[in-house]
């Protein structure tokens, strides 16, 4: 089965600094990638989704980019952080329906 | 996107009593799959339920997808104290999306 590593787990940044999260999937091949963003430990907000190399799908406007260099890699980016980005971000990957999750990244903005 | 509710959102309960929680939607689902969180961590699927009616069982846990495709249930019986965590419900839309409802927080006391 697929295994998702997610770096860095926990983040503190100033507002107005860049960020850059992470995410490599291992166990399979030419996988759908998600970013997703966790508020408060409530339900899961889409923000980004890829079905191949560079080819992103953003679901809401906001202050988040994401790119998809490799097959297997997901990074979630920003040049100048918001306080309202604070949150758990989470990537998944789905080849087979079912949706496996990384341990996610917990990002707080000062 | 069509939105899916959950209800409760909170449900505090006794080791050993059973509980229901429920998920809904206006429009029909073609599959639905139930995931359960702890703090920290991604979530983890449950089950995948796809077929009007269906009915499937993990351990003490009971899934339940509405005949008309619109709703399913989750039911736990004798909880226990690892039942504790948030319960999302998911469903796939058009271009490889699974969208999420806002969980049911579920504690279960000693």
């Known amino acids: 089965s697929q295994t998702i590593h997610q770096w860095p787990a926990t983040l503190v940044q100033p507002v107005g600094s860049p960020l850059s999260l992470e995410c490599t999937v291992e166990g399979t091949s030419n996988p759908n990638l998600y970013w997703y963003r966790q508020a408060a430990g409530r339900g899961l907000q889409l923000l980004f989704y890829?079905?191949?190399?560079?080819?992103i799908s953003s679901e809401v406007p906001q202050n988040l980019s994401a790119s998809r260099p490799q097959d297997r890699q997901f990074i979630l980016s920003s040049k100048k952080l918001l306080l309202s980005d604070s949150g758990f971000y989470l990537c998944?990957?789905?080849?087979?329906?079912?949706?496996?999750f990384g341990e996610g990244s917990r990002l707080t903005v000062l | 996107t069509q939105l899916l509710e959950q209800s409760p959102q909170f449900l505090s309960i006794q080791e050993g009593e059973n509980l229901t929680v429920y998920c809904n939607s206006s429009s029909v689902f073609s599959s639905l799959q139930w995931y359960r969180q702890e703090p920290g961590e991604g979530p983890v699927l449950l089950v995948t339920?796809?077929?009007?009616?269906e009915v499937k069982k993990l351990k003490r846990l009971t899934f339940q997808f509405g005949d008309a495709r619109k709703d399913s249930s989750l039911h736990i019986t004798a909880a226990q104290p690892g039942d504790t965590g948030l319960y999302l419900c998911a469903r796939g839309e058009y271009g490889n999306k699974l969208v999420f409802g806002a969980g049911t927080i579920l504690r279960v006391k000693s």
């Open positions: 890829s079905v191949g190399i560079g080819q």
């Open positions: 998944a990957c789905t080849s087979t329906g079912e949706l496996f």
């Open positions: 339920v796809v077929t009007g009616g």
